[in-house]
């Protein structure tokens, strides 16, 4: 069993950041996919990034690149977005999730948090 559990979402200003966090428990990750995503009322579910655990690496939609960071760290079991210069746009429920695969792919996770608001005005 993997449960996630997110934290730090916010009502901020255009252009501010915000530090979401995510703890997962159950079980210690080492390979897989570890991501971010997010969705708007009406729109369907966007990945906004993830880690491929055994690999290290990162990977970003393009809205959000050179804005948001991910990162993991592996002593505590949480996953990280920095988000930064926030833009209305970014307005949107945000999930984290753990699964494999493909890692963009939604498809792709097993098992998602419930989800975090991130708001932002102009």
């Known amino acids: 069993q993997v449960h996630l559990v997110e934290a730090g979402g916010d009502s901020v200003q255009a252009g501010e950041s915000l530090r979401l966090s995510c703890q997962v428990s159950?079980?210690?990750?080492?390979?897989?996919?570890l991501g971010w995503f997010r969705q708007r009322p009406g729109k369907e579910r966007e990945w906004v990034a993830n880690i491929v655990v055994e690999r290290r690496d990162e990977a970003y939609a393009n809205s959000v690149k050179g804005r948001f960071t991910i990162s993991l760290d592996s002593a505590s079991n949480t996953l990280d977005l920095q988000t930064n210069e926030l833009k209305p746009e970014d307005t949107a429920v945000y999930y984290c999730?753990?699964?494999?695969?493909?890692?963009?792919?939604?498809?792709?996770?097993?098992?998602w948090g419930q989800g975090t608001q991130v708001t932002v005005s102009s």
């Open positions: 999730a753990a699964g494999s695969g493909w890692c963009p792919d939604k498809s792709a996770y097993q098992s």
């Open positions: 159950g079980t210690t990750i080492s390979r897989g996919c």
